[in-house]
């Protein structure tokens, strides 16, 4: 079955989006509620993982650009493996910007800025509808920023999706039905070439997560048990940094041949330091 | 029933869908037939305002004012083509020139730029190359247009109803998608959006009677009630002498007044 996923600038509107398309089409909600059990699982502390999909790394924030690479990583891998069991309905965790090749998962961009803003949101806070624009558009500037940082990709680019919609006009329950319905096409349904490309995609997620815990430059590539790992090493350490690799990568389950590909770190060589 | 525009990108496969979804609802598909209207209405060759409502104006145009005295005539062409209902309008600019209108359903195609090339080079028989060079001019054209004339670009999603991506889906799923919102409650043309529509009619014809003259002025309706907002400079005995025969000539105004160095309202045309 296809998985939906859903991203809007608006999180209320999201959830309740999601959780509606949920419950009609009797499909798994995938959302923030797994991310304390990721980071039991990899030894994270508590809300990092929270944080790391808000916040982009700087040297004045307390998180590192390493350990944030490492935290959107382990998210990246825990969801690929949901999203193999199928039938889900997944929010809230940004899949719609790592799964830009898989076929069968339907990406659906809700809009719904100025209702919610005009509305509720601006009598709550007390403010002008003025202040509420600007604070808008910060915080649209501000999701901009962290998905061109983390995946290279514009999350507000409405060419990223199938299907964007805006309720400004149209109702969310028309909504709702639109999605369920366009769900049924055939370009959604799984086919062997796209749960193949969805189980490369989590394999490649798996290793970077095990390499990204042990050192830094790191993109991975899988396709059929075979993984290319490009990364950057100074001379000195390139055999080491090769035998660590192969090492790491080829202890995970699924993984048939390891292939690593060095480019000449300058910077490393001067400084001389590790991974 | 509905008005529905789609906005495209060159090669987008948006006048199939426009044509699909005109078919199945029953609805007229307008597009260069504004032109010809405007042409003969305002008397202006079809040409300029072709070149008006497509390129981006130039440096001298931004001084003599004409493409906003041409595309003033274009909105009011089309506004007076879509006041009975039921059209699927695929020409450019569509969701900005009738924007405001709640029963107005804004729909947006975008395609790859692979399967655009695609296209192009199979229906003009041209190497990818030139296809491709093309292709991305006519974008170029259209992005500097929307922000000259708009202050828009015409990709932000938040312009439209529905975003569709074409390539993933075919282009029935596209129709259905359109006739599926267009036919929803939310786009019923009701009597107050009907009412909507004739004011801006109205509003229209006020402002393409004038802006020749007075490029920088601004004019609302409501009810038959017309508001032109001019600057202090320009409330001369020429443009007051201008608006008596207006009001004197079109019968559904039922008030016309001037306000001077007031903020002009967002919905004025």
């Given at each position: 079955m296809p998985i939906i996923i859903i991203s809007s600038d608006v999180r209320d509107i999201e959830e309740k989006i999601a959780k509606e398309v949920a419950l009609m089409m009797d499909y798994q909600l995938l959302d923030r509620r797994v991310l304390p059990d990721i980071e039991m699982r990899h030894q994270i502390d508590p809300g990092k993982l929270s944080e790391s999909m808000e916040t982009t790394p700087s040297v004045?924030?307390?998180?590192?650009s390493r350990q944030w690479r490492y935290y959107l990583a382990c998210i990246e891998a825990n969801v690929f493996e949901a999203l193999l069991k199928d039938k889900i309905v997944c929010w809230?965790?940004?899949a719609h910007l790592f799964t830009t090749n898989v076929s069968h998962a339907m990406k659906v961009r809700i809009l719904s800025i100025n209702n919610w803003n005009s509305g509720k949101n601006s009598e709550q806070k007390g403010g002008t509808s003025q202040g509420a624009d600007k604070l808008i558009a910060e915080k649209v500037q501000q999701r901009k920023k962290w998905s061109m940082t983390a995946y290279n990709h514009d999350e507000t680019d409405p060419s990223g999706y199938d299907l964007v919609i805006n309720l400004d006009q149209i109702d969310p329950v028309e909504a709702v039905k639109t999605i369920t319905n366009a769900v049924e096409y055939l370009k959604f349904q799984p086919m062997t070439y796209s749960i193949k490309c969805l189980s490369d995609l989590a394999l490649a997620a798996k290793v970077n997560v095990r390499l990204l815990k042990h050192m830094v430059d790191i993109k991975v590539q899988a396709r059929d048990g075979s993984v290319v790992v490009l990364t950057k090493a100074s001379n000195r350490q390139k055999r080491k940094k090769i035998a660590a690799i192969k090492d790491l990568a080829g202890s995970?389950?699924?993984?048939?041949y390891v292939e690593v590909h060095v480019k000449k770190n300058i910077l490393g060589e001067t400084a001389g330091n590790s991974f | 029933m509905a008005v529905i525009t789609i906005s495209r990108g060159a090669f987008s496969l948006g006048k199939i869908v426009a044509e699909k979804v005109a078919e199945r609802l029953h609805y007229d598909v307008i597009s260069r037939e504004i032109l010809l209207d405007a042409s003969t209405r305002f008397n202006v060759p079809e040409i300029k305002l072709e070149k008006a409502i497509h390129d981006a104006p130039g440096i001298l145009e931004r001084y003599r004012h004409s493409k906003q005295s041409y595309v003033a005539y274009i909105r009011s062409a089309l506004v007076e083509r879509i006041i009975n209902d039921n059209v699927v309008y695929n020409g450019l600019a569509g969701h900005l020139l009738i924007k405001g209108l709640p029963h107005v359903l804004k729909v947006r195609i975008t395609a790859n730029i692979e399967s655009r090339v695609a296209i192009e080079m199979e229906r003009n028989q041209i190497p990818a190359q030139e296809a491709r060079i093309l292709i991305q001019e006519d974008d170029k054209q259209r992005l500097k247009w929307t922000h000259a004339?708009?202050?828009?670009?015409?990709?932000?999603?938040?312009?439209?109803d529905l975003c569709i991506f074409i390539d993933k889906l075919s282009v029935d799923n596209a129709v259905d998608f359109i006739c599926r919102a267009a036919e929803s409650e939310a786009f019923r043309a009701t009597d107050k959006n009907k009412q909507k529509i004739k004011d801006l009619a109205t509003a229209c014809r006020v402002k393409a009677t004038l802006?020749?003259?007075?490029?920088n002025i601004a004019v609302t309706c409501e009810y038959g009630n017309v508001l032109v907002y001019i600057s202090k400079d320009q409330a001369t005995g020429k443009l007051i002498k201008k608006l008596n025969t207006i009001r004197d000539n079109m019968n559904d105004i039922y008030h016309l007044e001037t306000h001077t160095g007031v903020p002009v309202p967002t919905d004025a045309v």
């Open positions: 004045f924030k307390k998180m590192t809230g965790l940004s995970i389950e699924g993984v048939r | 004339l708009y202050d828009h670009d015409p990709r932000d999603a938040s312009l439209y802006v020749d003259e007075f490029p």
